[in-house]
């Protein structure tokens, strides 16, 4: 299905293999009702994820990057995206604080994987394995590899941001597959993941957006240039 415009990136085929990811400045919250411009978001957004999915690679972790084509439009290799998020959690924050009613910020150990079926019209339901295979978004085998690369790319992103003296609370993932297996896809952000300063707790992530309460823009330059001097490009 290309070319594929989501709500804050546009998918286009350039090759038989291969797509381009084009990063807009669009900010959106509460599936769509919430949305704004932010001019640079999408630059950022697209040197996060680039910086993030090499780090990834040079760990042994596979993913769709291939390079970077323009300021905000990375070269990816053209997967089959698999209708799930799947979220990691190292601290208790957003639906996962609504849904238990322990304290924001509470630590999560071992971290906890939760999958969502990937549907606007459905607002992303939370799915259990038996949900996944009813309605075969995935074979359990699949499931279990999406379970072990999400906690093993989860557990090395951590350690990267702690070296940036931030604190990585939760984050989404997507998997694609391809001929040689399940690959790391989408992207890995602000935008999906829950970022604070390890010392202050300030948050650097959408949740500014979410929850109207700082400047976007400001938090993921910070993340941006903390990371710079870590993550070995
Ligand atoms: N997340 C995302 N896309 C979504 C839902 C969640 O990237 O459609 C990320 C979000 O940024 C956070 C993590 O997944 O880092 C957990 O989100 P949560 O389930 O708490 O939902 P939220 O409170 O963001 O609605």
Not at 11 to 29: C, M, N, P, Q, S
Not at 51 to 64: Q, S, V
Not at 68 to 84: G, N, P
Not at 102 to 130: I, M, Q, W
Request: aromatic share 8%; charged share 30%.
């Amino acid at each position: 299905v290309q070319p594929y415009e989501g709500k804050a990136k546009r998918v286009t085929a350039t090759g038989k293999d291969e797509v381009a990811i084009y990063y807009k400045d669009d900010a959106t919250a509460f599936n769509g009702q919430k949305h704004e411009l932010f001019a640079g978001k999408g630059a950022l957004n697209s040197q996060i994820t680039e910086g993030l999915f090499k780090y990834l690679e040079a760990e042994g972790i596979r993913t769709h990057h291939l390079g970077r084509i323009d300021a905000r439009t990375l070269k990816a290799r053209k997967v089959e995206i698999i209708l799930l998020e799947t979220i990691v959690r190292f601290k208790v924050a957003g639906s996962l604080q609504k849904r238990t009613g322990l304290e924001d910020g509470t630590v999560v150990d071992p971290p906890v994987v939760e999958f969502y079926y990937k549907s606007d019209a459905l607002g992303d339901p939370l799915f259990n394995d038996d949900h996944i295979a009813m309605m075969k978004l995935a074979t359990p085998q699949e499931v279990a590899t999406l379970r072990s690369q999400a906690l093993a790319a989860a557990i090395r992103l951590k350690e990267l941001f702690r070296r940036a003296k931030i604190d990585l609370i939760d984050l989404k993932f997507e998997y694609g597959r391809t001929p040689k297996g399940i690959v790391l896809a989408d992207e890995v952000s602000p935008d999906t993941c829950r970022l604070r300063d390890l010392d202050t707790g300030e948050k650097l992530d959408k949740d500014n957006f979410r929850l109207g309460i700082g400047d976007l823009l400001t938090g993921y330059r910070e993340v941006l240039r903390r990371l710079d001097p870590v993550w070995g490009r």
